[in-house]
């Protein structure tokens, strides 16, 4: 009695819901797929925002510290500073303790000269060249001379 009609019905009805099945299945990965391009174009969307935002502030940056060492642009910083709040000491004294600070780091380190990464010698550059144009290595000129150091120049702490 395995030969019947009903046995037939049966063996359809049960091939028809194993290819349900499948195609449910195969819908089910195939949103999967959908959903991981849609994340990863989203992430290549926001990091493209990001890297032109980067290097616009970064071009900003640049402009900025290079009027900073335009001759007209120190002297326009130098009046402001003496129209400002009156400083503890004088520029010209402010002036030599910067230098003495500035000979005593290269004095300290002139044994490990040679081991130094080249970012400390930039640094280094940055603060001789401030200190050149008879301005004050600030906490603004630290943080504009930090920004300008890329990631893969140092390895942190």
């Keep these: ?3 019947g009609p009903g046995a037939a019905d049966q ?6 819901r194993r290819r349900r099945r499948i195609d449910r ?5 195939a949103a999967k797929h959908v959903a991981k391009f849609k994340a990863v174009a989203r992430l290549r969307a926001a990091l493209v ?6 290097e616009e502030r970064r071009e900003r940056l640049q402009e900025k ?10 002297r326009r910083r130098k009046s402001k500073l003496s129209l400002g709040t009156p400083r503890r000491t ?3 004294d402010q002036s030599q303790y910067q230098h003495a600070w ?3 780091l290269l004095c300290r380190l002139q044994d490990n000269k040679l081991n130094l990464p080249r970012v400390a010698h930039y640094v ?9 144009c008879h301005e004050e290595f600030g906490h603004d000129l630290y943080f504009a001379m930090l920004e300008q150091i890329e990631d893969c120049e140092y390895t942190r702490v």
């Design 1 to 3: 009695v395995e030969g």
């Design 25 to 29: 299945l195969e819908a089910d990965e």
């Design 124 to 132: 280094f550059d940055c603060v001789k060249q401030v200190l050149d």
């Design 49 to 54: 925002a990001y890297q032109t935002s980067r």
């Design 11 to 16: 063996s359809s009805a049960s091939l028809d």
């Design 102 to 104: 500035y000979r005593d």
């Design 65 to 74: 510290l290079s009027a900073m060492n335009h001759p007209i642009s120190i």
């Design 90 to 92: 004088s520029t010209e």
